[in-house]
């Protein structure tokens, strides 16, 4: 029989190859769009349920509604952009309820910002906005947690319900692996047929066409299903021919790896020009998300600045009253991809050191003033260094930057020091947030604090990011190496 004479049986189907992930897809459009609704639902009903109780009456529905819409739009907004799988598969219910946790918090504070800029705040009572966030918080982490695995053990448990799979293997041994997933993506019978994989280089053009026959045959009466190809020692060009041949199939064809090649499978295939290649490696944040965090800084430093420029005002009087000498403090140190900047801080020391030589200040240390070991244990000292956030200089969060003195020093001494310079540096940072504010006296601390550093800056995110900044207020209030 011709292949070119193929008719397909009016039992058979062609079954789409993207049939796990539509249904993976599916599963997270039906989960985002579950949140939204309970996040509007939510909403509206924490704003009557407080207005009942606390005014004894319904409040505006309108503007909860409305309130509700764009929290949903950010928050489904946060997860799509970290791309956030919402099946039961490849991600844990403590990581889902993690960042679902994540980004609920990073939409209230946008939420906040816009609403302080917008001066719109007055038309909640802070009873309503917390009521909202508290029944939120409850309402996205249980959904986060059964909401896609329910959905994913309905939707998969049937993706593969009344096929037949038809699977070409060398063995049955190396056949049976795929055979046992089929079966938990609801396959009842998935059939194997062995076929030899070592064939002679001389004769592998009629071997070839002869199994290119025979799944032909096979497929010609079997029942609905797809084809899958385990190709074993066949060689490239064998492979290549076989698949050729197979296109006017009308079912769909996989070709199952082995081992080594389904290792390099797993990274994302880019085109760069007409060549494709393997993203091997991701950069730790996307542009988009280097933008958001990038908006993220210019909306905290600036609404930040507003707040506490009276407090800055005072503290900066109250320096001048304490000892001689400038309110700020100005020193030269270095930055994104080893940029000098200019750091700015209240003075909280006697001395302006800025040069070849800067000693660390240690706890008893006599240089520092009165006020200034208050500015230092409170952490108000950084506050002008929101101006550097600002400017672009640095960012809220990231690694610590040290006196230019110091990363000639070190430098020298620890092996990929420089890696904490290819993201900005931030007023706190993950080092700062495990224990490793303050006073390196010794290599060994600083060993661990560039270790924490480096680790930040491969790793870095805008959930990360959040998380460092809530555990930044218990390290404020702890004072742990505060001097």
């Not at 497929?219 to 020692?233: D, H, K, M, S």
């Not at 002008?384 to 600002?390: D, E, K, S």
């Amino acid at each position: 029989m011709s292949l070119h004479s193929w008719v397909q049986p009016d039992n058979m189907t062609a079954s789409s190859p993207k049939r796990v992930i539509s249904t993976a897809q599916a599963v997270s459009a039906f989960a985002l769009a579950i949140d939204a609704v309970l996040i509007i639902a939510v909403s509206v009903a924490s704003g009557r349920v407080f207005h009942l109780i606390a005014y004894d009456a319904n409040g505006d529905t309108e503007n909860f509604f409305a309130t509700g819409v764009i929290t949903a739009i950010l928050f489904c907004s946060f997860l799509r952009i970290w791309g956030t799988k919402y099946t039961a598969y490849g991600s844990s219910g403590f990581n889902r309820i993690r960042n679902g946790i994540i980004a609920w918090c990073i939409t209230f504070i946008i939420l906040l910002v816009l609403a302080f800029t917008m001066k719109v705040s007055a038309v909640f009572s802070r009873g309503t906005i917390f009521s909202f966030f508290g029944a939120g918080l409850i309402a996205v982490s249980l959904s986060r947690f059964f909401v896609p695995r329910w959905l994913a053990n309905v939707s998969f448990a049937n993706a593969y319900r009344g096929l037949e799979p038809l699977i070409f293997a060398p063995s049955q041994d190396r056949a049976r692996p795929l055979q046992m997933a089929l079966s938990q993506l609801g396959c009842e019978k998935a059939n194997v047929y062995e076929f030899v994989d070592q064939i002679s280089t001389s004769d592998w053009p009629r071997q070839i066409r002869q199994l290119a026959q025979r799944i032909f045959d096979i497929a010609r009466t079997a029942a609905p299903g797809e084809v899958y190809i385990l190709p074993g020692q066949l060689s490239p060009s064998a492979l290549e021919a076989l698949l050729q041949r197979l296109h006017i199939l009308p079912r769909a064809v996989f070709l199952v790896p082995d081992a080594q090649l389904a290792s390099l499978l797993r990274y994302t295939v880019r085109p760069v020009g007409q060549h494709p290649v393997l993203e091997m490696q991701k950069a730790p944040m996307t542009r988009l998300e280097r933008a958001l965090k990038r908006v993220l800084d210019i909306t905290i430093s600036g609404s930040s600045l507003l707040l506490f420029l009276p407090l800055m005002a005072l503290i900066a009087i109250a320096i001048k009253l304490d000892s001689p000498g400038p309110a700020l403090f100005v020193q030269t140190r270095n930055g994104y991809r080893g940029t000098p900047f200019r750091i700015l801080k209240f003075r909280s020391m006697r001395v302006m050191e800025d040069g070849a030589v800067v000693t660390q200040a240690s706890k008893q240390d006599s240089r520092i003033t009165r006020l200034g070991r208050l500015l230092r244990k409170s952490s108000l000292d950084e506050l002008p260094q929101l101006i550097n956030v600002l400017s672009g200089d640095m960012s809220i969060v990231g690694p610590r930057p040290h006196a230019i003195a110091h990363d000639r020093l070190y430098s020298s001494l620890i092996d990929d020091y420089e890696v904490r310079q290819h993201v900005r540096p931030g007023i706190t940072g993950w080092a700062q947030v495990n224990g490793l504010r303050g006073e390196t006296a010794h290599v060994d601390l600083m060993y661990r604090r560039i270790e924490m550093d480096i680790w930040y800056a491969t790793h870095c995110s805008l959930g990360l990011d959040v998380q460092i900044i809530l555990r930044t207020f218990i390290e404020v209030l702890r004072q742990r190496n505060a001097y």
